[in-house]
Nanobody, 120 residues
Framework: QVQLVESGGGLVQPGGSLRLSCAAS????????MHWVRQAPGKGLEWVSR????????YYPDSVKGRFTISRDNAKNTLYLQMNSLKLDDTALYYC?????????????WGKGTLVTVSS
């Protein structure tokens, strides 16, 4: 059974840091691009980062570039998101997701999410 389980969310002050983890199972993790996607309260989904399977090439939107770092450990089947210089606007439910094999960036597997709250 394909499964993604996030952890590491919590309450952090503005300017602080947090590291999210995502444990993957049920598929060959290293063969897939992976993404982090978030949803702030009352808002739509926002793509946060993407990482390739083998080479580890990374991609970010301008909203998090320079503050967030996506990484992976294929030996441990684990995806990470290091978040630094957190802002109030980073408050959201963060999802670990798998990109479907083939052309395009379509997501085919979602975790249940981990909540990050940035507040003073």
């Amino acid at each position: 059974q394909v499964q993604l389980v996030e952890s590491g969310g919590g309450l952090v002050q503005p300017g602080g840091s947090l590291r999210l983890s995502c444990a993957a199972s049920g598929f060959t993790f290293g063969n897939y691009f992976m993404h982090w996607v978030r949803q702030a309260p009352g808002k739509g989904l926002e793509w946060v980062s993407r990482i390739s399977g083998g080479s580890g090439n990374t991609y970010y939107p301008d909203s998090v570039k320079g503050r967030f770092t996506i990484s992976r450990d294929n030996a441990k089947n684990t995806l990470y998101l290091q978040m630094n210089s957190l802002k109030l606007d980073d408050t959201a439910l963060y999802y670990c997701t798998r990109e479907r094999a083939g052309p395009g960036w379509a997501i085919d597997v979602w975790g249940k999410g981990t909540l990050v709250t940035v507040s003073s």
